[in-house]
């Protein structure tokens, strides 16, 4: 368990590469200096933002394999959480991040254009509105209730579509409430950056309608 922000830089830093670490440090420096401005992450984070918002993004990655081929899709992203700090992490591949907030999809803008983050940008849209397309993972955190989530995303999965949602303590109780096709798709993970919190991990098309 990541239990302070030394021991979350160090689970960071052997998770990518110097240069995207350094990356990393920058986007800190300006995701603190723009709390300043905005309500960016809560103000019982500041002193722990490794640990409560990169590490916690970061040991996403644990469960997307190297190979990956695809877009990532990133619900709901906020202040970048997980999508920039994946983005930077793995290169390789392509991130797209939807976010309806005005003024947090400036924010990202900024960021993405100043980083040079070239596998990576933002939609300002609700994702309701976003065209469809196949994408090899999907994260969300804090988007919406777990059933609205799953069937207002499983347009843009397909049966190798990896979905990883962040979880408070509830994240065993939200899987078991899904129906039966959908619930048999996803299990929970542990976090490892809260001994409150956990992952659904789940991999599939989930199927879509009314719940039994």
Known sequence: MIENE???REFVAERCSAESFDLLD???TELLAGAENQNLISRSTIDCVWQRHIADSAQLLDHVPRGTAGV????GTGAGFPGIITAIMRPEIPHLLVESRKRRVAWLERV????????????????QLVESFHAAVISA??????PDLINLSARFSTERTIWLLPKGRSAEQERDELDSPQRKMFHVKQSLTSRDAAILVGKG???VGRRT
């Open 72 to 75: 990532w899709l990133d619900l």
């Open 26 to 28: 920058w986007f800190v």
């Open 6 to 8: 030394e021991q979350a």
């Open 141 to 146: 955190r804090a988007f919406a209730p777990l």
């Open 112 to 127: 993405i254009e100043l980083s040079s983050l070239d596998n990576c940008s933002v939609l300002g849209s609700r994702l």
């Open 205 to 207: 098309r989930p199927k």
